[in-house]
């Protein structure tokens, strides 16, 4: 009886570790086929996508693509909403409303919305639900709902170079410098100069950079060092054991092993 049962305890764990293959190679199958690139655009019609641009799937809501400029080598994570306009089937005119410069990143989850001009310069780099619009709610009106009061609407202009943390919020009317730096959570109205550290609710400057000084006031940790050429993963995994204080790297004592026991 135990052995019938240990049989089908084994058949039952082959079935289930088939069905995860399957599933797992089912879904990067989707991924793949899903993902929208300027040789596979799918539905979507934008007026420009950049050679190495790719969408990843699932998108989220994406409408007025012929008004939507993708620069080359760019990265849209999964379900981030890029519109231009307030609403599907608006004309908005010759020209474009929302660009993305070369290598720009839009983590998981971000939102663009833009009926007003947003451009994003090159390789500005979004982590994940962050929310960049031209249009904002009005209430003037305090007999109207908030959600049916026309909104105010403004450009906005992200800097080449530039960072935004995690769940960072431009609002309309902004204008961000080269490589400014988005505290994640921060809310940015107005104008941001080049080079320069924003974090708060509203943002407000809190570091900058000067020519003579440097960072003021100044950063509290040294600048990570560049990983020197031809270092291998398996080299820096080694170093950094030994950092930690091991005598002898793991990963040098497992290839110390192994070349023991093939030599006897």
């Not at 012929?66 to 080598?73: D, F, H, P």
């Not at 994640?184 to 941001?192: F, I, L, N, Q, S």
């Amino acid at each position: 009886m135990r052995a019938k049962k240990n049989v089908f305890s084994s058949l039952g764990a082959v079935r289930r570790r088939a069905a995860s293959w399957a599933v797992h190679r089912g879904t990067r199958w989707v991924r793949e086929a899903g993902a929208v690139t300027a040789e596979r655009p799918g539905p979507y019609r934008f007026r420009r996508i950049g050679g190495g641009t790719r969408l990843a799937f699932p998108q989220g809501t994406v409408f007025g693509e012929q008004w939507i400029e993708l620069g080359e080598y760019c990265i849209i994570g999964e379900q981030v909403t890029l519109t231009a306009g307030m609403m599907p089937g608006l004309d908005l005119g010759p020209e474009s409303v929302l660009r993305l410069g070369n290598g720009v990143v839009l983590g998981r989850g971000s939102h663009v919305v833009a009926s007003q001009t947003v451009t994003i310069g090159d390789e500005v780099y979004c982590g994940p639900y962050v929310y960049i619009t031209s249009d904002n709610h009005s209430y003037d009106d305090p007999a109207q709902p908030v959600g049916k009061q026309w909104p105010r609407t403004a450009p906005v202009e992200i800097g080449a170079g530039s960072w935004l943390g995690a769940g960072a919020v431009i609002l309309p009317g902004a204008r961000l410098g080269r490589n400014v730096v988005v505290a994640a959570g921060a809310v940015v109205r107005g104008e941001v100069p080049d080079h320069a550290v924003v974090a708060g609710a509203p943002a407000k400057v809190v570091r900058t950079w000067d020519p003579a000084a440097g960072w003021q006031p100044p950063l509290r940790t040294p600048p990570p060092k560049p990983i020197p050429e031809g270092v291998t993963p398996e080299q820096l995994l080694a170093l950094a054991e030994w950092e930690a204080g091991d005598q002898v790297p793991a990963s040098a004592a497992g290839g110390e092993q192994r070349r023991t026991r093939e030599s006897q």
